[in-house]
């Protein structure tokens, strides 16, 4: 069946569009991948088998790892395809931002194993249940309750339960769309439904195939207007959404840092950088147009939205991530290797990492070790790292110490340097103000 779908319109046009991951058999070469086979289609339960493969996704992301407007396109482009498959008789048996990945600020659907040959005269779209839990409650629940996307994939794949949300709803707003339909609704009448009627997971053969493709037709134009009510806000805001007009720098000393910044990128020849803390993405715009692929990270997902909807107009190479270099996304799924923790996908990932007036919000806020950031850097970085030194005298570093100077007592400019040393060679700096330089670091070779 997988064969015939890989071969389907669908399968084609959206694999050439780049919204499907381009697969395609393999044949084992060696006999001990031919064994393997032959093993496989031996077990009664397998059937005949196949070995498959797909183009290299660079660098994985996952769904808590995603602003509302990346869940968003994953949404979409997941109804997209599945609407798509219909009309060649193939049906998705699951609908779960897990099978999307994003190259870049483009989603991709990668699990092409989810597509199966459809009963003609089955009116019902079995995964619309989780397709409603784990894309449109997660993003209803972010639009309007400002709830993240970890707070809610990081405690459970399957995303939010109707019953789940009710709980954190006023009675004017349960009574209120949408909530009223997606939540108030499902939770009152799940009362009244056994969850061992077998009727419930039965076809529904009510008609012949015209009806049921006109049934299921009218269910995925429902499902993409009730995309359209919880769409994410277009002018969103947050504390950080304006942080540089509030605290950076003069017009002339901000060009002076994104000049610096464009030269060490093209000098560098950098092809993949990390932009830590890159708020709403105008370095990681600046290294993509030099022709690197930047992964962009930052705490806020305001501003990691910002940078997405940015990058994604101006088809940029940036995949942004709410992702908090102080706190990590861990390890998850079943024993921790389902999805690999972000250092553990990041580490040596990267030909230049960018922390840009992120250093004193690690060492002050966060109260991180000096040298445990270098080292952390270390091991992202395989070539260079371009850092910001904000000194203890500087007006932002003073107010995010507030009354605790002594713990900050001896950090110093010569402190700083000596502490480089160990992990990196200093190839140049430049003073951006009084109390700010920005620095290139080459990592040494251990």
């Known amino acids: 069946m997988i064969r015939e779908f890989l071969v389907s319109k669908t399968a084609q046009a959206f694999s050439e569009s780049g919204k499907l991951i381009k697969t395609w058999p393999v044949v084992p070469e060696d006999a001990e991948g031919r064994e393997f086979v032959r093993e496989l289609e031996s077990d009664s339960r397998n059937g005949p088998c196949a ?3 797909h183009e290299r996704v660079w ?63 089955d009116s019902r779209w079995l995964p619309y249940a989780q397709f409603v839990r784990t894309l449109v409650l997660p993003l209803l629940s972010a639009k309007q309750l400002s709830t993240r996307g970890d707070e809610i994939f990081l405690s459970s794949a399957e995303g939010l339960k ?75 805001t947050s504390a950080w959404s304006s942080y540089p007009k509030e605290f950076s720098y003069s017009s002339q000393e901000f060009d002076s840092k994104s000049e610096l910044v464009r030269k060490w990128v093209a000098d560098a020849k950098a092809q993949t950088v990390l932009d830590v803390g890159c708020n709403t993405g105008h370095f990681s715009e600046i290294a993509a147009r030099g022709g690197a692929k930047v992964v962009a990270i930052d705490l ?11 990058a994604n107009a101006a088809d940029l190479d940036i995949l942004p991530l709410v992702v908090n270099l102080a706190r990590p996304t861990p390890a998850m799924g079943w024993r921790n290797s389902e999805y690999p923790s972000f250092l553990d996908r990041a580490a040596g990932s990267f030909d230049m990492v960018l922390m840009l007036a992120v250093l004193h919000h690690l060492l002050v806020t966060e109260r991180i070790p000096l040298r445990e950031i270098l080292e952390v850097c270390a091991e992202l970085t395989t070539g260079y790292l371009v850092i910001e030194y904000v000194s203890k005298d500087d007006r932002l570093f ?30 140049e700096k430049h003073p951006l103000k009084d109390t700010r330089w920005l620095y290139l670091l080459k990592r040494r070779r251990s």
């Open 59 to 121: 660098f994985r992301s996952f769904a808590y790892e995603w602003p509302p407007e990346m869940l968003y396109a994953a949404a979409r482009l997941t109804v997209d395809v599945a609407a798509s498959a219909l009309k060649e008789g193939f049906s998705l048996k699951d609908a779960t931002p897990f099978n999307v990945l994003f190259r870049g600020p483009k989603p991709v659907f990668v699990d092409v194993l989810s597509f199966e040959k459809r009963d003609p005269n």
């Open 398 to 427: 003073q107010r995010l110490t507030r009354g605790r100077e002594s713990l900050h007592a001896d950090f110093s400019q010569e402190g700083f340097e000596g502490a480089c040393q160990e992990h990196f060679m200093l190839m």
């Open 162 to 236: 109707p019953e789940d949300l009710y709980c954190r709803l006023t009675w004017f707003q349960r009574m209120r769309p949408p909530f009223l339909s997606t939540v108030s609704l499902p939770t009152w009448l799940a009362k009244r439904v056994d969850p061992d009627d077998k009727k419930l997971y039965a076809p529904d053969h009510s008609g012949s195939p015209e009806k049921a493709n006109f049934v299921l037709e009218i269910r995925f134009r429902q499902a993409r207007k009730l995309l359209e009510t919880v769409k994410p806000h277009e002018e969103r």
């Open 300 to 310: 806020d997902p305001v501003v990691v939205g910002q940078t997405w909807c940015r």
């Open 51 to 53: 070995l498959l493969e």
